[in-house]
């Protein structure tokens, strides 16, 4: 019964999972997750906002983490404009804040601003969590058409 148990909850993990390009991720047991997106490219309509999902376990102790997110436009890495990088802020209250041990389970969300000024375009994606040594903890790049 218990194994049943786990062995569905291990498909539904899944089934709401995201796709993604994994860029170079340290940590391990990686998860990620762009609200509404089951299979890219992501569609993200301007003006809304999309919960981002990110799961991995650490392996490193780091005392800060900070959020890399940008988008490809014409072959350059773009910043992702008004992403607070500071990525242990959104761990605050939780029960995995900075500074984060070796081997700890971290699970991170933010809300990603999709602005109404931005254009009409498909891009690549790229999500980072960057350990104190700057190495990625978690990496990954999903295909996004913004409409």
């Given at each position: 019964?218990?194994?049943?148990?786990?062995?569905?909850?291990?498909?539904a993990?899944?089934?709401?999972?995201?796709?993604?390009?994994?860029?170079?991720?340290?940590g391990?047991?990686?998860a990620?997750?762009?609200?509404?997106?089951?299979?890219?490219?992501?569609?993200?309509?301007?003006?809304?906002?999309?919960?981002?999902t990110?799961?991995?376990?650490?392996?490193?102790?780091?005392?800060?983490?900070?959020l890399?997110?940008?988008?490809?436009?014409?072959?350059?890495?773009?910043?992702?404009?008004?992403v607070?990088?500071?990525?242990?802020?959104?761990?605050?209250?939780?029960?995995?804040?900075?500074?984060?041990?070796?081997?700890?389970?971290?699970?991170?969300?933010?809300?990603?601003e999709?602005?109404?000024?931005?254009?009409?375009?498909?891009?690549?994606?790229?999500?980072k969590?960057?350990?104190?040594?700057?190495?990625?903890?978690?990496?990954?790049?999903?295909?996004?058409?913004?409409?």
């Amino acid at each position: 019964m218990q194994r049943s148990l786990l062995i569905l909850l291990g498909i539904a993990a899944c089934a709401v999972a995201t796709p993604f390009q994994d860029c170079g991720s340290k940590g391990t047991v990686v998860a990620f997750e762009v609200e509404g997106c089951s299979a890219p490219p992501c569609i993200l309509q301007r003006g809304h906002s999309y919960l981002v999902t990110i799961q991995y376990t650490s392996s490193v102790d780091t005392d800060t983490l900070t959020l890399g997110a940008s988008a490809s436009i014409g072959g350059f890495e773009v910043p992702w404009p008004g992403v607070d990088t500071d990525a242990c802020k959104q761990l605050e209250g939780t029960e995995n804040p900075c500074p984060i041990e070796k081997g700890t389970a971290v699970d991170w969300q933010f809300p990603a601003e999709v602005l109404s000024e931005y254009p009409r375009i498909q891009t690549t994606a790229t999500f980072k969590l960057i350990d104190s040594n700057r190495d990625y903890q978690f990496c990954a790049k999903v295909p996004a058409m913004i409409v």
